[in-house]
Nanobody, 127 residues
Framework: QVQLVESGGGLVQAGGSLRLSCAAS????????LAWFRQAPGKEREFVAA????????YYPDSMKGRFTISRDNAKTAVYLQMNSLKPEDTAVYYC????????????????????WGQGTQVTVSS
């Protein structure tokens, strides 16, 4: 099992930027996929970004390409999410997640393929 702790959330004005961090501990390995999801009040948890163990491959939904960037530091067993040009609709709780075993890139966006989750960090974007 991997323990994940997010940080870096907060209140920001529209157009601003935030950088989220997620520290991993426990069964840490640089071989598993790490990802970010988010959940707004009354909505389903949605995929934000994922990065492979090597850090060479990243995945984003089309709606977030160009504004969000995921990266990882395997030496520190951490994953980051740089969010730019934030919009009020980006307001949500952001969760870090880890896969315990390799999966196809075709399902990397599915929350059911992730085994470990952090507690989340609140991001609020004011208009």
């Amino acid at each position: 099992q991997v323990q994940l702790v997010e940080s870096g959330g907060g209140l920001v004005q529209a157009g601003g930027s935030l950088r989220l961090s997620c520290a991993a501990s426990g069964r840490t390995s640089s071989s598993y996929v790490l990802a970010w999801f988010r959940q707004a009040p009354g909505k389903e948890r949605e995929f934000v970004a994922a990065i492979t163990g090597s850090g060479l491959n990243t995945y984003y939904p089309d709606s977030m390409k160009g504004r969000f960037t995921i990266s990882r530091d395997n030496a520190k067993t951490a994953v980051y999410l740089q969010m730019n040009s934030l919009k009020p609709e980006d307001t949500a709780v952001y969760y870090c997640a880890a896969q315990a075993k390799p999966t196809s890139p075709r399902v990397i966006h599915l929350k059911t393929t992730y085994d470990d989750w952090g507690q989340g960090t609140q991001v609020t974007v004011s208009s």
